[in-house]
């Protein structure tokens, strides 16, 4: 009991990995940027959502919906835990990816 109790408290200090990433659609060719404070965990979620077609993005769910799974995930920049932008300076690192990218915001 000690082991499991012991392996959940590592699981819940675990340092999780934040930052920006894109998601690139390879049938339309249309790309969408956004963030995430749990980076190994986004996709997974993203993908939950759309086949279940309530994601919040409509172009996004269009998308899938038209052509399937046919995204790219790319981490196109990673923050320390400690020092992850808040407030408008994430935004502003959002913006200056979407515009380096052409892409939408997600």
């Known amino acids: 009991m000690t082991d499991r109790k012991a392996a959940i408290d590592r699981y819940k200090k675990r340092k999780t990995p934040a930052g920006i990433y894109l998601l ?3 049938g339309s060719g249309l ?3 956004g ?3 749990d980076l190994d965990a986004i996709m997974n979620r993203i993908l939950f959502t759309l086949r279940h077609g309530s994601h919040r993005r409509a172009d996004l769910q269009a998308a899938w919906n038209a052509d399937g799974e046919n995204l790219a ?3 196109v920049e990673t923050f320390e ?3 992850a ?3 408008e300076a994430l935004k502003s690192r959002l913006r200056d990816w979407r515009a ?3 892409a939408l915001p997600l």
């Open 24 to 26: 690139t659609h390879a």
């Open 31 to 33: 790309r969408w940027v």
């Open 35 to 37: 963030h995430a404070a």
């Open 73 to 75: 995930f790319e981490i």
């Open 81 to 83: 835990a400690d020092a």
């Open 85 to 87: 932008p808040q407030g």
């Open 100 to 102: 380096r990218l052409d």
